[in-house]
């Protein structure tokens, strides 16, 4: 299993700003507890760059890739939110200037 690629990604939008910080759980951190010292800060390692930036593992042990595969749907859903609240947030933005556009005309006009 080793130097396998997982086959899911979360679809990063380049329209969306780069994550900043994610939500690390506790049931992460209670499923890396048992690990060895090294295979767990590699998986930390792992989970940080999939979380911030997208990037797929390719070097986990049977093991590591066990729990990487449980952790993951939490982190994809998570960006997913991010993304939509992102979103939702610019089109509202849109509407409230296109609206105070509109608003600024008629005002010229009626002067």
Not at 37 to 52: E, G
Not at 67 to 83: C, G
Not at 86 to 110: E, L, M, S
């Amino acid at each position: 299993m080793k130097n396998e690629k997982t086959t899911t990604k979360p679809a990063f939008d380049p329209e969306v700003p780069p994550r900043e910080g994610f939500i690390f759980y506790r049931t992460f951190y209670e499923a890396l507890a048992s690990m060895k010292n090294r295979a767990r800060l590699h998986l930390y390692d792992v989970i940080m760059r999939y979380a911030l930036y997208g990037e797929e593992p390719t070097d986990l042990n049977g093991e590591q890739m066990r729990t990487f595969i449980l952790i993951r749907p939490q982190l994809d859903a998570n960006e997913r939110k991010r993304q939509a609240k992102y979103k939702k947030k610019a089109i509202k933005k849109n509407k409230r200037r296109r609206t105070q556009r509109i608003f600024h005309k008629n005002r010229r006009r009626r002067k």
